[in-house]
């Protein structure tokens, strides 16, 4: 292997093409492949032997000194002393003269963390004195000496790159019509997920506003995924398809982090981890650790760290484990305590007639079936159901300016006890045409699947409308999602009724005239 790759760097040679006129063949004397897979090892074997001497003002994580980090040909040189940075150049420049690396140093940024001397001292790298910055990224995390939150500009950053990858994802449907839910999802989780939780195991969302430019950015691309509208309510972007909240996303991935350095154990992260612990034992000073317990304590339904003892896998796998309940509780909570998802209510409280364990998280967060259906008219019908985004007047007059729950009454039966909500509308309202509809429907589902007739006939009116949501694809879903499109298409064809005093409404009859 080595002979081959000699061979291939001596005998290849460069030409320059440039407005149709090509140079003469030369050799390239330094430098590695861009983007050949040799190319990374070959530079890391090349740098292999750097190492600096040890300094009084060393960093030092749990008796191991880190003085330097690399990221192939990134170098961070690291001191918690003035002193002891420009000796580390010294050296630096010196092994690199020996080794006929150039070093740009032009690009090369100083920074301090931490209080700052009256006067800038100059760092000095070949003769050439180093920039002061107050922010700079390495390794993709940019960091900051000039706020409390070290990590306030990675998170403007990654928020800005994840809303510019949500539009170009979203700014297809220009091209292709609107995204199919699931092809949607996919894409958030391939391009928009992976800058909402970027350096998250580093980064802890420990401000309370901390991460709220990730969760718009969320909660924005999702409503858009599911043509809802921006004023819809948020449990639902969750419960329908199996997305976690950014939040809860973000803490998952710092906890898998823990235990990954508690189960393999890397010796810079692990070391950095013991010096944590200790630090927040012995001192009782603010560190990752710590925050990782108080961001956890921060979520809607708070998961706990012991930070007095050190971490252990099962300690790691038992807060992962509170954390999957700390969400189904969330999630389940905000639902079935909302005045706006009566359908989704049903539903949850049926699926999961408690407070949830973690078990229950799959029955409450999860995709949906009906995201999957072939027709955009099917997906949207049954989204805008379960959101209560449909057309109905229990959702339409319950904004600016409101109008009570009762007053909102059928536009079709104009009678004080039909008040015009899901259930009115797709299972009770006799109006000729909805009625009409309705019995086409129940034809149609009967011949298609003969036991359904016999089970909704015993069902309450709530329980048939739940159990025809939860069918399968293979099942009636189609067929009810086609009725229930259809059922909302007649509602908006007619204006609604509006009643704004109790005169007006007490000159409805109670009920139909026999």
């Known amino acids: 292997l080595f002979d081959w790759l000699r061979m291939l760097y001596s005998a290849m040679e460069y030409v320059v093409r440039f407005n149709g006129d090509t140079s003469e063949t030369f050799n390239a004397a330094m430098g590695i492949l861009t983007g050949d897979p040799a190319s990374p090892m070959l530079w890391l074997l090349y740098l292999s032997d750097f190492e600096l001497d040890p300094h009084p003002d060393d960093v030092i994580l749990d008796g191991r000194r880190v003085s330097h980090l690399e990221q192939a040909d990134d170098v961070a040189l690291i001191s918690m ?28 940024l100083a920074a301090i963390h931490g209080p700052l001397p009256l006067a800038l001292p100059p760092l000095i790298l070949h003769h050439v004195p180093l920039r002061y910055v107050h922010t700079a990224t390495y390794v993709g995390m940019s960091l900051t000496s000039v706020h409390a939150d070290i990590f306030l500009p990675h998170y403007t950053a990654k928020a800005d790159a994840a809303r510019r990858a949500a539009n170009a994802t979203l700014s297809l449907a220009s091209y292709t019509g609107l995204l199919p839910p699931s092809l949607a999802l996919q894409l958030y989780r391939s391009h928009v997920d992976p800058h909402l939780t970027a350096g998250c195991e580093v980064a802890l969302d420990i401000r309370p506003t901390a991460a709220h430019d990730l969760h718009d950015v969320q909660t924005a691309y999702l409503r858009r995924a599911l043509n809802i509208s921006r004023r819809s309510q948020l449990p639902p972007l969750y419960t329908e398809t199996g997305i976690w909240p950014i939040r809860y996303r973000r803490y ?27 630090l927040s034992s012995t001192r009782a000073v603010p560190t990752w650790w710590t925050d990782l317990h108080l961001v956890g304590m921060a979520l ?15 300690s790691v796998q038992q807060a992962l484990s509170e954390l999957s309940t700390s969400l189904a509780a969330h999630l389940w909570d905000a639902v079935t305590r909302s005045n706006r998802l009566p359908v989704l209510q049903y539903r949850t409280l049926r699926a999961v007639p408690q407070t949830p364990t973690v078990s ?23 989204a805008l159901l379960l959101f209560s985004e449909h057309p109905l007047a229990v959702e339409q007059l319950r904004r600016t300016p409101p109008i009570p729950r ?81 059922i909302f298409e007649i509602y908006m064809n007619t204006p609604p009724l509006v009643i704004t005093t109790q005169a007006g409404y007490d000159m409805l009859p109670l009920t139909t005239a026999s």
């Open 300 to 314: 809607p339904v708070p998961v706990l760290l012991d930070v007095s003892a050190f971490p252990t896998q099962e």
């Open 406 to 486: 009762e007053w909102r009454v059928c536009r079709f039966c104009r009678i004080r006890s039909a008040v015009e909500d899901e259930i009115h509308a797709l299972l009770s309202c006799r109006s000729p045409l909805l009625s009409a509809r309705r019995a086409r429907f129940v034809a149609e589902l009967s011949d298609a699947h003969p036991p359904l007739r016999r089970l909704l006939a015993i069902l309450p009116i709530q329980a048939v409308l739940d159990v025809l949501l939860a069918s399968e694809l293979s099942g009636p879903l189609p067929m009810v999602a086609d009725y229930v499109a259809d």
């Open 360 to 382: 229950d998280l799959k029955a409450v967060c999860r995709p949906r079936a009906y995201l999957y259906l072939p027709h955009r008219r099917q997906r949207e019908a049954l």
């Open 252 to 278: 998952q991935l710092a906890l898998r982090f823990l235990a990954y350095l508690l189960t393999d154990c890397p010796p810079l992260p692990y070391a950095a981890l013991r010096e944590l612990h200790n």
């Open 81 to 108: 002393s003035l002193h002891g940075m420009q000796a580390q150049l010294h050296q630096f420049e010196r092994y690199c003269d020996s080794i006929f690396v150039l070093v740009n140093v032009g690009k090369t």
